[in-house]
Structure formats: structure tokens, C-alpha cells
């Protein structure tokens, strides 16, 4: 038997999530701890919004009750409201955005992005990619920028959207809509256990642990904290 339940739902899934606190969409360092290995192979990428886990991520970015993007180790997975400020105190060591900036901390590019996100802006990728001037011959690194912010919980999937051509037909890949954690969740509750990082990993630590027996609490350290 595996670390996890075996789920066949959306709602299923949810659930687990509010459990554990959070949960990687894909394998990592923990065998048996993710949406992948904990659910029917044959219907990822096929498309039904009712089987298939790879729809199920839309739906919940969409939703708004659970937060997605690339929060571990820049590799997608979903984080419960009820935990998120725990990991955005981890993840951001007590800086906003701004002052992580002005400290010298984090990359030009990820200001050039970040700096559209003001008033609860939500913005598909590749309209943050044409308005911060990435592509071409301007900035490049736009995707490791985007996920690094995720990474950090600064940024957050809201949902997919497609591009439409002249005939207001969807065509192409999905993309994601970001926006703040802030804007989802609000500003007052994301930023509400800024303080003692380890007290934060020591609270997200005793909620899984509490909830799936056998993991590896080293392991777990490392995937929350990366």
C-alpha cells in the first residue's frame, strides 16, 4: 500500500489537499506523494473534464479555493489556503516583493514582471511575455523567471485561458492566468505569519506528517523549503 489513497475525482483530490495541507502534481523525492502515482495513468492528457487529473489542475486553479503553480522547486502542485501563509512566510524569508528588490535579492527580470501585477491584476502568460518585453531581442529567461516567482509564492495560476483567432475560435495550448497570492486570498491573510520561518516549517510539518504516516520528515523539509 502507498504512502496515499488511490482517487478517481476532482473532489477526491481537494480533499486530500486540505488534509495534507499540499501536494506535488508530479513524482518527486517522495515516492507515492503525487496527483500522479496516486491516480489512473490512463486518462492523463486525454482530455475529460471528469477523469483526467491534468483537466482537474484547470479546474482547481480556476476555482480559487486552492492554490496552484510551481511552488516546489519550481515543479507544479497545489497548496491549501489554509496552510498558504505558512509557505509564503518559508518561501519569501519575510520580504514582500519589493523589498526583496531593493535588497538586492532578486533578478531584473522578475521586477520587470512582477511590476504588472499591481491592483490584483490577472494576466494570461503570454501577455505578461509581450508587456514585460521578453522574446525577440528583448529579455530572455521568461519561463525560469515565472516559475522562480511561483517558487517564491509571490505569483500564483488562477486559471488557463486560450488564444482566440479572428473568428473568436480557441486555438493552440492553454495558457495559465497569473496573478498574486494577495489578490487571491488577500493581502492582510497571505502575509499573516511573517516572522520565524522555522516556526512555519515546523506547522506545515506536523499537519502531514499528522496526515500521511511513513513519510520522511527530511524529505518533506527539503521539498517544502527548495
Known sequence: MGLLPEIS????????????????LFRNDIPGFSVYEITKREYWFEGDPEKDPWEWREQIAAEGAIAYGKFFGKKAGF????LFP???NIKRAGYDFDSLYEEGLAARKSYVIMKFFENGRILPSYEIRRLAGFGGSGEKGFEGALAALQSQTYLTVRGFVYRRNMRGEPYGWSA????????????????????????SIEKVLERCMKSVKGLPEGKVRKLITR
Open 9 to 24: 475525482t476532482k473532489n477526491e483530490l481537494c480533499g486530500l489537499i486540505e488534509e495534507i495541507g499540499f501536494l506535488p
Open 176 to 199: 495559465a492566468l497569473y496573478s498574486t497570492p494577495e489578490a487571491l486570498f488577500g493581502y492582510d491573510y497571505v502575509r499573516s505569519e511573517y516572522g520565524s520561518a522555522e516556526r
Open 79 to 82: 497548496i491549501s489556503k489554509g
Open 86 to 88: 505558512a509557505f509564503a
